[in-house]
């Protein structure tokens, strides 16, 4: 019987920390969407995961820089978050600020070791998504810490490629200023001044003649 009634408090336990643990995650997830550094710092003292992953591989970290919480984010990279967490598609906290612009959480992010190369499920690198965006100053922002430009997606899609798709005519001439090949092809067979037609940016397409692309 004490064999037992030991196994069952054994089991027990273990069942109660990890209920512990999830509810723990939950609320620290919720206290960085929140951006209630209070709670986070309180949360993460009595023993929650600075790393723990939440529902579509999310970490707090990566809830923080979604919703811009630049105070949380220092937080958690203080107390030892990893700046290349990747949730379920593999995007990195980088990759979402790159993405809606949020230079200040990109740089912090670099300054704590992000790379700023990392590429999501579909080969997309920080880069792509903020020249997506049309976001100059953030695109400038990765080239300084060493982006490439012609990276390419899994469809040999280029930073540039997007942004003469999208029409998106602030970033292009950050990228051609680094360099950019303006004659790379994707699998689709366009290139850059072809996305540009297709989106009859009258702008881009002059830029991109300019810049040697051929007609």
């Known amino acids: 019987m004490r064999f037992i009634r030991d196994a069952f408090i054994a089991v027990w336990f273990i069942h109660s920390c990890a209920w512990s643990s999830d509810r723990l995650t939950v609320e620290l997830l919720e206290a960085a969407q929140a951006g209630d550094n209070a709670r986070v710092q309180n949360l993460l003292d009595v023993g929650a995961n600075v790393n723990a992953k939440g529902k579509g591989g999310m970490t707090p970290l990566l809830v923080a820089v979604t ?10 990279l203080d107390k030892g978050a990893i700046a290349d967490a990747r949730g379920d598609r593999k995007a990195t906290p980088l990759f979402l600020a790159a993405r809606e612009g949020h230079d200040s959480l990109a740089l912090a ?20 998504r903020a020249a997506r965006g049309n976001h100059a100053t953030t695109v400038r922002l990765l080239l300084d810490h ?12 280029t930073a540039l490629m997007s942004a003469a798709r999208w029409g998106c005519a602030d ?15 994707g699998k689709d067979g366009r290139t850059a001044l072809a996305w540009a037609k297709e989106s009859k940016a009258q702008i881009i397409i002059d830029a991109l003649v300019n810049a040697g692309a051929k007609r």
């Open 109 to 128: 992010l670099i300054a704590a070791g992000a790379d700023v190369n990392t590429s999501d499920i579909d080969g997309w690198t920080p880069l792509l």
């Open 146 to 157: 060493g982006a490439n430009v012609d990276h390419e997606t899994s469809s040999n899609y």
């Open 67 to 76: 919703n811009n919480h630049a105070d949380t984010v220092k937080l958690l």
């Open 171 to 185: 970033v292009v001439p950050v990228l051609l200023a680094a360099k950019a090949n303006v004659s790379l092809i």
